[in-house]
């Protein structure tokens, strides 16, 4: 068993495409937002999730890309497809506010709870308020504060605060 984690674990995180997403989010973090495209766009079209993710925020946000909600779903698309938590809660948010696709809160609600239930606080809190404010599911106060309540036992502070 654990030589199979060893495995998994290096596989995923020694390889290349690893690497470029590692390059792209340190340059993106400092603003070199060339590089990080250079980094994540080779990374991203050979299928890495947290480069498509992070190619998706770069359309959705217009940094050195032009802004395109409708290209940022599909980067977060393929990314959410994939299982990639944030990648589900960013395409939850464009479903939610109509960016990039027609607004569809029950669209909206499938992919938080996606996020939500590989225990991701930040899905746990959106699917919370989705509840709570009655978008996309039936208003149910007890329900949001179950999810708030997941999201603030991992120490998030806007799961803490909504609770």
Known sequence: MLKWLLIVFLGTTGSPAFADYLSGKEAYDNGDFQKAF?????SAENGNPA???GIGVM?????GVPEDNAE???WFRLAAEQGDAKGQINLGTM????EGVSEDKVEAVKWYRL???QGNAMGQVYLGT???YGKGVPEDKAEAVQWYRLAADQGDATG???L
């Open 59 to 63: 359309y959705d946000n217009g940094d």
């Open 38 to 42: 250079g980094n994540w766009i080779t």
């Open 115 to 117: 996020a939500a239930d």
């Open 130 to 132: 989705m509840y709570e």
């Open 160 to 162: 803490q605060a909504y």
């Open 95 to 98: 479903y939610e506010y109509g």
């Open 72 to 74: 940022a779903v599909k």
């Open 51 to 53: 480069s498509q993710n």
